[in-house]
């Protein structure tokens, strides 16, 4: 029920009616109103348009109003006139009472106010002031809300960014926006919850404390509660909606660091295998590079380690956050089989990797080590003793030599081809089959060896018999000085040297002290085959050997194996003397390296190391550009050294002072700190006595390579000229041990003379 008195000013008739429909709950508004006008001290003529405002402005039905009229006589007698168009104005039922007591017959006391007579307390004026500020927060509450609903929209409709920086900004911007709108929230909360508290306070009645609340302000309490749930139940909402929003955003950042990480993760990797595959496409041809590349591969391995580590820790992050239901599952899930796969891949590349070099350095393990059987094979039967007495340890020398073959693992075919198949590239086939070439020639050339050296011991056991002495040469008398021309004329001179018929022809160089005691060992070199023929004047011919394989296309194919052999051994024989010029002998001449050099041996430079940097000279300038020339043309390697046959007369002097040299090297001993200093430089496993024995061994392996080449050739194009120049190095190496055996007389400080 509405009641409206004489009291209420004009302006507030639309705050009133509107503040009676927030009083009731909806069901009871749809019932409609009934409304009390008291009239008594107003006029009449307020009457009708007090009515037509409330029909104006009441916003809900009216269902019927009561209308206490005017007390004056005057003014009872007019409405009384104007009752009847007053009626017919209004939409409603309208009845005329005339005064309190005639009122009462149709409302119920307890439900008028006390001005009435009734039991309702009510003061219009504090009603007013509260209706205002509960509209007023009403108002308030309708702003906020609506600012929570547009921050929700404009939240929801912002476009998440695509990296990193953006979404952080985004992040840190809708966390300010959200604080503000919260606070100002609560301070619509905080003035809602003051409002209620200061409508809440107890009357005071008869200087007491009235805690029971009229029904106006019942009213008021029930509109502000209401506002205040409804202002929670917004919060709420909005702090649903926050939640899943900042969740999204949260979400978006691992997102994006994760593509982040994963493009910088993918791109690393892929460097790696690329790295990987440019690697194996190297080719390895020693074991020196294989190790080194292991080396490498060990530290590639470990400085990838932490790469491949974080790409398998950054795939489990991203199942992590499929697991977490994050939103967007179908970009993270293809990323996640990536990085398994790049990091399957990298595995799988880098264990082919190492097996392929595990697989390569046992072959060239393998190789290396018939190389060096083959390079001892060769020295065994160059240094041999072909004298009756020194037979017997010859055999038994070649015999075990031979046994070590079975050790070099290259015997079983099936095996390794079983073992070495996915590293056999055409390179390293070639390699390998150059190989087993070699080790088959040393193998014949020992068991040919064996067949001689079986028939010298028969032959010693049973009667000597008649040969043609061989014919005589003019001995080469030592002088106390020559000059360069007489020392050409006489390299010449002793050069021209002719093998005797039916002889066996032995060469040999011995270093011998002073005192006649062996400083070095001997070398012997035998012809392969021998033909005696029965001819007039008792005279054997020396025929060159021809090789049993009848095949040309093979015979080249070994006598190219022979050169590459002899180019091969031609390098390394240049670089081991510029190893031992630049590391030994260039160093004592080094103010820096005084102090370490013995005193006995200081300023003795060229008695130590003799003419060694001529022979280097030669070799690297002349001769071995010479063969590599005639790499190509084996037939034409035979010049090579008829024409140089004067230059290799040099060795004489080498080794001529090489007696003098070891002694000066044996008295400083091989572990004085200047040796060992320079030792330690170059790297060398053996002492300076092993690497000055280079030259000596070198000039009487020449002859043993030029009779292989002779024995591949048959009668071929060349084969004269490689015959002449095995006659040639025969001849030099006969020159040099002519001059040994003239010192061994003489002793060696007659070359302080030369």
């Known amino acids: 029920m509405y009641v409206y008195n004489s009291g209420i000013v004009e302006g507030d008739i639309q705050c009133h009616t509107a503040g009676c429909c927030h009083l009731v709950c909806l069901r009871d508004i749809d019932l409609g109103f009934v409304v009390v006008i008291d009239r008594r001290n107003d006029k009449w003529s307020s009457v009708k348009t007090i009515l037509l405002r409330i029909s104006t402005f009441f916003p809900a039905l009216i269902q019927v109003a009561y209308i206490v009229k005017p007390a004056g006589f005057f003014q009872k007698h007019i409405s009384d006139i104007g009752y009847k168009s ?4 209004c939409k409603f039922e309208v009845i005329m009472c005339n005064n309190v007591q005639e009122l009462y017959s149709h409302i119920d006391r307890d439900q008028l106010t006390q001005d009435l007579g009734g039991l309702i307390a009510y003061d219009h004026a504090e009603w007013i002031q509260q209706r205002a500020a509960i509209e007023k927060f009403s108002a308030n509450t309708h702003h906020v809300s609506g600012q929570l609903q547009q921050c929700t929209e404009r939240l929801s409709e912002t476009e998440l960014p695509n990296d990193v920086a953006g979404t952080e900004a985004l992040l840190r911007d809708h966390g300010l926006e959200r604080m503000e709108v919260k606070e100002e929230l609560k301070s619509v909360v905080e003035h809602g919850e003051t409002l209620l508290s200061c409508i809440r306070e107890p009357e005071l009645e008869n200087g ?7 029904v106006s302000k019942v009213v008021h309490v029930t509109a502000v509660e209401r506002l205040l749930v409804q202002l929670e139940e917004t919060e709420k909402a909005f702090d649903k909606f926050w939640d899943q929003h900042h969740k999204k955003l949260q979400q978006c950042m691992q997102l994006r660091k994760f593509e982040d990480e994963f493009r910088q993760l993918q791109y690393v990797v892929e460097r790696h295998l690329e790295k990987l595959k440019e690697e194996a496409l190297e080719t390895e041809n020693s074991l020196l590079k294989i190790e080194n590349h292991i080396t490498d591969m060990k530290d590639f391995e470990e400085n990838t380690k932490n790469d491949i580590h974080r790409a398998e820790q950054l795939r489990m992050e991203g199942e992590a956050l499929i697991e977490d239901q994050h939103y967007a599952v179908d970009s993270i899930r293809p990323k996640c089989l ?4 790049i990091c399957l891949q990298y595995k799988e590349v880098v264990r082919q990797r190492n097996e392929l070099l595990r697989k390569k350095r046992d072959l060239y393990d393998r190789l290396e080590k ?3 059987w083959c390079t001892r094979g060769v020295d065994l039967l160059a240094m041999q003793d072909m004298t009756p007495d020194g037979v017997d340890v010859a055999i038994k020398e070649i015999s075990g ?5 079975k050790q070099l693992n290259l015997n079983n075919p099936r095996e390794f081809r079983q073992t070495f198949e996915s590293v056999l590239t055409p390179e390293i086939k070639n390699a390998v089959q150059e190989g087993l070439k ?5 193998q014949d050339m020992c068991k040919k060896r064996l067949e001689n050296l079986k028939k010298v011991k028969v032959n010693s056991r049973s009667p000597p018999q008649q040969l043609t002495p061989p014919e005589k040469k003019e001995a080469v008398p030592l002088r106390s000085s020559v000059s360069t ?9 002793n050069g021209e040297i002719k093998k005797n018929g039916g002889t066996h022809l032995r060469t040999k160089i011995e270093l011998v002290r002073q005192d006649g005691n062996e400083s070095s060992s001997s070398l012997e070199s035998e012809s392969e085959s021998l033909h005696r ?4 004047g008792g005279v054997n011919k020396t025929t060159p050997p021809v090789s049993p394989l009848a095949d040309l296309d093979t015979l080249h194919a070994k006598r190219g194996h022979v050169m590459k052999e002899l180019i091969e051994t031609e390098r390394i024989y240049v670089k081991e003397l510029k190893s031992i010029i630049d590391g030994y002998a260039k160093l004592m001449d080094d103010p820096e390296m005084q102090h370490l050099i013995p005193a006995h041996i200081k300023g003795k430079k060229r008695e130590i190391f003799g003419n060694i940097e001529d022979i280097y000279t030669f070799h690297h300038d002349e001769f071995l550009k010479d063969l590599e020339n005639c790499q190509n043309t084996p037939s034409l390697v035979g010049r090579c050294f008829v024409d140089r046959r004067e230059e290799f007369q040099m060795y004489s002097y080498y080794c001529q002072n090489k007696p003098r040299s070891e002694a000066l090297r044996q008295e400083a001993g091989d572990h004085n700190s200047f040796f060992k200093e320079c030792q330690r430089r170059l790297d060398h496993k053996l002492p300076l006595g092993a690497y000055l024995l280079k030259p000596v061994q070198r000039i009487t392996k020449y002859q043993l390579l030029l009779r292989e080449m002779l024995k591949y050739t048959g009668n071929d194009i060349g084969s004269v000229e490689i015959k002449d120049a095995l006659d040639a190095m025969l001849g030099v190496v006969k020159y040099v041990n002519d001059i040994m055996h003239q010192i061994a007389i003489t002793g060696y400080k007659v070359l302080a003379s030369l």
């Open 370 to 372: 018939a190389n060096k």
């Open 208 to 214: 007491q404390a009235e805690m029971v609340l009229s």
């Open 401 to 405: 030599y031979l046994q070590l073959s």
């Open 86 to 89: 007053v009626k017919e104005d």
């Open 533 to 536: 023929g029965q001819q007039s």
């Open 485 to 493: 021309e007489d020392l050409h004329h006489k390299r010449k001179r």
């Open 338 to 341: 990536e990085l398994q796969r």
């Open 438 to 442: 070699r080790i088959e020639d040393i």
